[in-house]
C-alpha cells in the first residue's frame, strides 16, 4: 500500500480538493492564517477522542483570523451521535464519508482495499501555513503529550502577517495610467447611466446570488467602437508587461464590463480565485483598472502573501495570475468603479474551446 506523503514545504494540495466532486469545502480560500487538519475514521476510536478534547481545551487558539481547525473523520456516525460539532468561530468538522480528502492528503492508501473496502488508513495532524505550504505532518499518537506538542507549535507561531519574518512580496503588477481621467469619466458615466445588474456567482455551474459572499453590480459594454479602443489601449499598456514579467503572450481578452462595489449595497467581494474548473479554466489574468478615486475601502488583497489591500490610483491597473487568491474589501464610502476584463493566450484559448464544445457552445467561442 502507498500513501501521499506531505511534509514540511510541499504545497497543500488545494487544487486536486478544490476540483474534487466530493469535497464540497473550498480549502484554497481560507489562506492568510494557520490551518491545523486532523484526519481520522472515527472521533470513538479513544486516541482521536482524546485529540479532540485537546483540540476544545485549545478552543481559544482557533479563531478563523489567526488559525483554523478542521476535523477530517470519516464516520458518518460521529456527528449524529454528538462526538463532533461546529465551535464557530475556528472549529470545523468535515463530513470525507467516501475519504476523497483523506486520500488526496495521504491519510489513506492510494490503492482501495479488497472488496470494495477503502484501505490502510492512518491518523494524523497536519498543520499548514498562511501561504498554503505544509508546516508539519504529525502521526497522531495516544497520549496528551502528542496532541499538545501540535498545540504548542500553534501558540508559538508568529502572527500570520510576520509568519515569513517579513511582508511577502505578492506576484502582481501596478501600472501607472493605463487609462486617462477623461476614459474613466466616460466609463462612468455609461454605468451610471445604465445602472449597472447584479452580479453572482456560479456554484457547481449555476448562477446564484449570495450577497454573503459578494455583492456588485456591473455594466456590460457592447459598443464594437469602445470595445476595440480598450482592447487596443490594453494591448499597449498591459501586454507587453505581462509578457515581459510573466513570459505570457496573451492573444485574446474578455469580459468587457464596468464594476461598481457601492458603499450603499456594502458591496465586496470574498477571497476567490478567478480560474476555476470548467468555463474559467481558460483565464490567465485579471485586470482591474480603477476607475474613480473618491471611495474608501474596496482595497484588493492576496490573502496568500499579505493582508494588505491595494488601492490603485484611477486609471491604475492592478494586473495578477487569476489563480491567485484575491479579495475586495467592503467599501465603507462612496463608489468604486473599475473596468475588469480578463486575458489568456492560444493554449488557454484552447481549454475554452473544449470547454465550450463539452457543453455544445462551441459557436460562442468567437469573440
Not at 127 to 151: F, I
Not at 209 to 232: A, C, M, V, Y
Amino acid at each position: 500500500m502507498s500513501f501521499v506523503n506531505l511534509s514540511r514545504g510541499d504545497l497543500f494540495p488545494w487544487a486536486a480538493l478544490r476540483d474534487a466532486p466530493d469535497v464540497p469545502f473550498g480549502y484554497h480560500t481560507v489562506a492568510g492564517r494557520y490551518l491545523v487538519f486532523l484526519f481520522y475514521a472515527s472521533a470513538a476510536e479513544p486516541a482521536v477522542a482524546a485529540a479532540l478534547a485537546a483540540v476544545r481545551g485549545g478552543r481559544h487558539l482557533f479563531d478563523d483570523e489567526r488559525a483554523c481547525f478542521f476535523g477530517m473523520g470519516r464516520d458518518p456516525a460521529d456527528k449524529a451521535a454528538g462526538r463532533v460539532a461546529d465551535m464557530l468561530p475556528g472549529v470545523r468538522f468535515m463530513d470525507d464519508a467516501s475519504g476523497t480528502a483523506a486520500r488526496i492528503c495521504g491519510a489513506l492508501a492510494r490503492e482501495p482495499g479488497a472488496s470494495g473496502l477503502p484501505g490502510a488508513s492512518r491518523p494524523f495532524w497536519l498543520v499548514v501555513d498562511p501561504t498554503l505550504h505544509v508546516l508539519a505532518n504529525v502521526p497522531l499518537g495516544a497520549g496528551p503529550e502528542d496532541h499538545e506538542a501540535v498545540l504548542r507549535m500553534l501558540r508559538e507561531l508568529p502572527a500570520p502577517k510576520d509568519y515569513a519574518g517579513f511582508e511577502l512580496p505578492v506576484p502582481v503588477l501596478l501600472l501607472p495610467n493605463v487609462f486617462d481621467r477623461a476614459l474613466c469619466r466616460h466609463l462612468v458615466g455609461l454605468y451610471d447611466a445604465d445602472g449597472g445588474s447584479e452580479s453572482g456567482i456560479y456554484r457547481n455551474g449555476v448562477g446564484v446570488n449570495d450577497h454573503s459572499f459578494k455583492r456588485r453590480r456591473d455594466f456590460t459594454i457592447e459598443d464594437p467602437q469602445l470595445i476595440r479602443r480598450l482592447q487596443g489601449t490594453i494591448a499597449r499598456r498591459v501586454l507587453p508587461e505581462i509578457e515581459r514579467i510573466f513570459f505570457t503572450k496573451v492573444t485574446r481578452m474578455e469580459r468587457y464590463i464596468v464594476g461598481c462595489y457601492a458603499a450603499e449595497d456594502n458591496a465586496h467581494f470574498r477571497p476567490h480565485r478567478d480560474n476555476g474548473p470548467g468555463l474559467t479554466a481558460h483565464r490567465r489574468y485579471a485586470v482591474s483598472i480603477n476607475l474613480s478615486e473618491d471611495f474608501d475601502g474596496g482595497e484588493v488583497s492576496f490573502p496568500e502573501y499579505s493582508q494588505r489591500g491595494i488601492k490603485a490610483p484611477q486609471g491604475w491597473a492592478v494586473v495578477f495570475p487569476a489563480a491567485i487568491l484575491h479579495a475586495v474589501s467592503r467599501v465603507t464610502y462612496g463608489r468604486r468603479y473599475a473596468f475588469l476584463p480578463f486575458v489568456y493566450d492560444e493554449a488557454g484559448a484552447k481549454i475554452r474551446e473544449e470547454q465550450l464544445r463539452s457543453l455544445g457552445m462551441l459557436s460562442a467561442a468567437a469573440e
